[in-house]
């Protein structure tokens, strides 16, 4: 079954069984490995991508939900690592095995596309079920304040 939707600013189809999760096609197919396989039942938060700008877990997301929709990538997020979440966590120097990153990346953008000055308890609420084993979340937590400083001062 052919699925269209837009990916990262353009139009890709699709032909993939429609219960196929969106982490495989956008792996496997469309060979855009910088979304993570985690865990496979969404409590890892690896996998994040946004879909028509909300967080989403694409390992439990069939690709039939996502016909014609919006869906951005960690390749998506900037071209160039212009985005202040990107920017911040270079400046926090937040990765260590970076296996997670992608996925903390695209929680902590779509957080503050919502909140533009998030609070500890924000942060906690919208980080939570993203793992991090290497333990770097008092860098994300800095590195979330730091990119929401950084959205700011553009705005």
Not at 113 to 130: C, F, S, W
């Amino acid at each position: 079954m052919a699925i269209t939707f837009t990916l990262n600013g353009g139009k890709q189809t699709v032909d993939v069984n429609p219960q196929t999760p969106l982490l495989w096609v956008l792996r496997d197919t469309l060979g855009m490995t910088g979304t993570k396989f985690g865990c496979g039942m969404a409590l890892c938060g690896a996998c994040t991508v946004h879909v028509n700008g909300s967080a989403v877990r694409s390992c439990i997301t069939p690709v039939s939900g996502i016909a014609g929709k919006t869906v951005t990538s960690i390749e998506g997020l900037s071209a160039d690592t212009t985005h202040p979440v990107q920017q911040a966590w270079i400046e926090e120097d937040v990765p260590q095995c970076g296996y997670c990153q992608s996925g903390q990346l695209m929680a902590a953008a779509s957080l503050l596309a919502k909140t533009a000055k998030p609070t500890d308890a924000d942060i906690d609420e919208a980080m939570r079920g993203n793992i991090c084993r290497c333990g770097t979340y008092s860098q994300i937590r800095r590195a979330i304040h730091r990119a929401a400083e950084i959205k700011g001062a553009k705005a």
